[in-house]
């Protein structure tokens, strides 16, 4: 009988001894780290089944002096999820639509909802919630927040934080603070849900929130590009968006590498062009009115962005199936560059106008320090966000290759730092780029961090050591 | 000479002695507080001309123990910008546009630049920055950040706080904390901007900050409505959000008393329409694009509404002029309400869903309290803010109403609560409303922002006993 047994038969007692799992083959599926990088340790994985539950054993670990990992989806990028000897406290089985409003425009969602059933409940209801993700068929929406999540239609509706009107959040002392007001303005005192928001369960523990919703696109016009370059995607971005205003909801720049690489591996992926080109761009329009079309707009566009030589080719999806194969150019880009070894991953960003500036500078200082790499840069240059993936030298052994993680790190993320940019534009600090954020950022930021952390979680309860370091004395 | 004429000495010294004021007749601009209800009282009034000279003054005034309340425009309605004993803190000469990049579509801005000037150099580059508020002539873009304004574009653009990418911040012990990332994407930690944004100077002053800017509109269109009640103003709201989607930017809703006010004060005010009715609306779309034609779009949906029963009457402004007129009578409200006597203010939101519902509740609640009182409910339905104002009754002596003040707040914000709003939806608690916000608020919402007050400014050296009060202890 461990130190920890009259702790957990009170948790048992409690949530019910089902949800208190300790045996390793039942904790397995929450502490395996998608991308290898961590293997998690936990005395027990606790999944409440609500809100009181979790401030229950919020409460009873805090005085038991033991500490907790939240985790949602256990989709998270950078290890903030993994538990290394403290308690897993998973929140799916939170996992209610406690409410849809469409003349607010709100719905009020438990923090295990996964993101497709956030979507379905909001479409159902005549609405669109537009945070879109690859990882949107398992991760979950409390993770979203905790993490905010950026993804696809960041350029017209922002990132999570931005979609969020109101929390429920467990505190470290396993107090319940209700903030899940359904207000678009509210100045009552400070705004406590920032605190909790992309705060990665360092602060608190998300349990429900209240999110915006939008009307639902009546229509949408999707297209791939060929462009010669980054410099020419920008100006590109500056002309659709002058032209179709917010219509424009996504523009996603990929290398060709990343393309071929999906066309290669991904079964049933389809070549959009005849021609093989450096470049591509992912662009979609779509709108609530159908008081315009376009199709007809896209087209126009994409028609003087040719004459301007900003594009070199396009298609523009005839039909819902053609608009999905596009799609599937860009988001299954992750899933297929594991077919081709190890990847050396940079979430960064950088002002949108020095996305070329970027490329031109890191893609080179990397082909010097490792020849035959194969860059694989895409991402969401519409928001300044490049994931800067590398794809080790073809037949290189992959250990040997992802042993110089730190290396490419430095190379990348020095360059991105002079650029005014960041080491970590949507997939958070975790425990993956902690010491990162500790080697870059500003030591005034970082006390501040450590200030906030210390007021709202004096005692290290909640995700001990992840985002910043454990502060000692 | 006084105990603190060592520290002026020093202080004039840094930012040269025609900046540190302390003449009364020199300091009643900064004092004299708009709506008479405080008369600020200050040993000096402080007018640095760079971040470093408030970083110094914050530093040299926080050694000494004295405490400072920062200013902008003196534009804040609910007192938080007024000293009583402490130094007043002009942020006025920051007024720098430091950059304005329309690629990025960012700029960088001083703390003290006017709304207007913001305005203006966001035009110039051909963009907007859509933060619009009665004051902007005189309001300082420091203040709107400190206070999350709000104003008639939030339908779709956001409150200050949703246009602000980064920040530049003197903390409570000089220290400079440099945020002013032009990032739309960044994740690296906790988002420390948000603790500053709306905390009304309590928890770092402001000095610089990033804005989002967006596209400019190319075309617009504006409509004086009649609606028979509140309840077909919101069928009619998300009417045209079905049809116009994001082109519709402003959508506000104001009582006959508040309309027929402003055209009998107001010189130059144009009656829109030929009738008199209970309830107006105006509503405006805007749009970068020129893709569809917004007045045939307007047109439409304003044809269908009346057939639906939603409006009553309608004019659309055949020219800017027209439209200039139709906004005056909104935008003139407050001031034109001046010349009715008394006016007890409440800032408040629900809802959207709710407006109906709150209105109907809290109109003959007041009246009952207050026969022949003359409410002028007003404001932005579309994000469920009314300004819930009420003038005296006619002939009543104006101190002996406003002595009612803490009874009608109490109705109010009694009703505000129980239908979950906010007792201070866009203008802040400042002083005004702190012990509204005491006696309202969560205790565990109350005891966190305290928490984070004590960790950001231990020794309460800015705006003490504003928002919050001093905590003891």
């Not at 990088?37 to 009873?60: C, K």
């Not at 970082?446 to 985002?467: S, Y």
């Amino acid at each position: 009988m461990s130190a920890l047994s009259p702790l957990l038969a009170t948790l048992a007692q409690r949530i019910g001894a089902a949800h208190v799992l300790t045996d390793p083959a039942d904790m397995a599926p929450y502490l395996h780290e998608e991308r290898g990088l961590y293997r998690g340790e936990a005395p027990a994985v606790l999944r409440p089944g609500s809100t009181e539950e979790v401030a229950f054993i919020v409460e009873a670990c805090a005085r038991a002096g033991v500490a907790l990992v939240p985790q949602g989806g256990n989709t998270g990028l950078v290890g903030g999820q993994m538990p290394f000897g403290q308690m897993l406290l998973s929140l799916a089985r939170l996992d209610r639509i406690r409410a849809v409003d469409p003349v607010d425009m709100t719905m009020t969602v438990e923090a295990g909802c996964i993101l497709d059933k956030v979507h379905a409940a909001a479409e159902e209801a005549g609405c669109l919630f537009p945070l879109h993700i690859a990882s949107q068929g398992s991760c979950r929406i409390g993770g979203n927040l905790s993490s905010n999540a950026g993804g696809t239609a960041v350029l017209r509706y922002g990132n999570a934080r931005e979609l969020a009107l109101g929390l429920e959040v467990v505190l470290a002392d396993g107090r319940v603070w209700n903030g899940l007001k359904r207000l678009r303005k509210n100045n009552a005192g400070y705004d406590l849900k920032q605190l909790f928001l992309g705060s990665e369960g360092t602060l608190g523990i998300i349990t429900a929130a209240v999110l915006k919703l939008f009307p639902q696109p009546a229509q949408r016009a999707t297209a791939f590009l060929a462009v010669p370059d980054p410099t020419a995607a920008l100006a590109l971005l500056k002309r659709l968006r002058g032209e179709a205003g917010d219509a424009l909801t996504t523009f996603e720049l990929m290398a060709a590498f990343g393309v071929e690489t999906v066309l290669k591996h991904m079964p049933g992926t389809v070549r959009p062009l005849a021609g093989a080109y450096e470049w591509y761009v992912l662009a979609e329009l779509s709108s609530p009115t159908r008081a315009f079309d376009l199709g007809a707009l896209l087209e126009e566009g994409l028609g003087a962005a040719m004459e301007a030589g900003e594009v070199l080719d396009a298609v523009i999806a005839t039909s819902e199936a053609q608009a999905a194969n596009l799609w599937r150019l860009r988001e299954d880009m992750s899933e297929a560059q594991k077919h081709e070894g190890g990847s050396i991953k940079h979430d960064v960003s950088v002002p949108v106008s020095r996305v070329p500036e970027f490329l031109d500078r890191a893609l080179p200082a990397c082909l010097a320090a490792l020849p035959g790499l194969r860059p694989c840069p895409f991402g969401h240059v519409g928001d300044g966000n490049i994931h800067f993936n590398l794809s080790q030298p073809e037949g290189m052994d992959k250990a040997a290759f992802l042993a110089l993680w730190e290396m490419f790190n430095r190379i990348v993320h020095d360059i991105v730092t002079e650029m005014d940019g960041s080491i970590a534009a949507e997939h958070g600090i975790g425990l993956l780029k902690r010491e990162e954020l500790a080697h870059y950022a500003d030591p005034v930021a970082l006390d501040l961090m450590h200030r906030v952390k210390a007021a709202l979680d004096p005692v290290q309860t909640l995700n001990p050591g992840k985002v910043i370091g454990v502060q000692v004395g």
